[in-house]
């Protein structure tokens, strides 16, 4: 299973934009790149997922560099609430052998300052 | 829409003692997932369900851990007997389909604690 490779924290001041990046320079061609958080004393929630372009949702953006070994979640005005641990995961497409499981990593500990 | 049901939501055992979780997947959800997460780590995959038969199961220490889905639905993870180390979060997601492009959704995880 491909891996990526994330920083251990991030700080950011409340209201202001965060770029978080991740790096999967081992990434297939079918992988898509997904990310999902993890709010304390929570189960992980899905943030936002893509394969080639930018994907943008109501969340957060996703930028894909165009060799795609690299990735960057942007949340564009972080909140006290955006605390929490990010995770980049690869995911194989249907039929390459996935099972669909998600392999997570350590994730990047984000803390917002008011 | 209601999410992954899981109880209890803590639960605290002697070593040896025996336990269960329970899981109530997203309605409609063929794929149910066990993860362990250990203090301070991601969570890691115990075993994958796709509708009532295994998927997954190579990271499960067998010799103790058990998991069955009946009827596709719900799902039971049992320990037996604990041991100290298998203090630790243990959370339910499901999805639709294995797809790359799906999404798991997760419910809130049982907090175990072994002494």
């Known amino acids: 299973d491909a891996k990526t490779t994330q920083p251990n924290s991030m700080e950011s001041n409340e209201e202001e934009p965060v770029h978080l990046p991740c790096n999967h320079s081992?990434?297939?061609?079918?992988?898509?790149i997904h990310w999902y958080r993890q709010l304390p004393s929570q189960g992980p929630e899905y943030v936002i997922h893509?394969?080639?372009s930018n994907v943008n949702n109501r969340m957060a953006s996703l930028a894909i560099a165009e060799d795609r070994k690299s990735s960057t979640l942007i949340l564009h005005r972080a909140t006290l609430r955006d605390a929490a641990v990010y995770y980049c995961?690869?995911?194989?497409?249907?039929?390459?052998?996935?099972?669909?499981?998600?392999?997570f990593g350590q994730g990047t500990t984000l803390q917002v300052k008011p | 829409e209601a999410g992954v049901a899981q109880s209890p939501r803590y639960k605290i055992i002697e070593k040896r003692q025996s336990v269960a979780f329970w899981c109530n997947p997203i309605?409609?959800?063929?794929?149910l997932y066990w993860y362990q997460q250990i203090l301070g780590q991601g969570p890691k995959l115990l075993i994958q369900f796709q509708n009532n038969g295994v998927v997954d199961d190579s990271q499960l220490p067998k010799d103790r851990f058990s998991a069955e889905r009946l009827k596709g639905v719900d799902s039971t993870l049992k320990i037996q007997p604990a041991k100290l180390e298998d203090s630790a979060v243990y959370l339910c997601?499901?999805?639709?389909?294995?797809?790359?492009?799906?999404?798991?959704?997760f419910g809130p995880g049982t907090r175990l604690t072994v002494l």
């Open positions: 893509g394969l080639t």
């Open positions: 997601a499901s999805s639709l389909t294995t797809s790359g492009a799906d999404t798991q959704y």
């Open positions: 995961i690869l995911r194989a497409s249907h039929g390459s052998g996935n099972t669909g499981k998600l392999i």
């Open positions: 309605s409609g959800h063929a794929t």
């Open positions: 081992t990434i297939s061609g079918t992988d898509y």
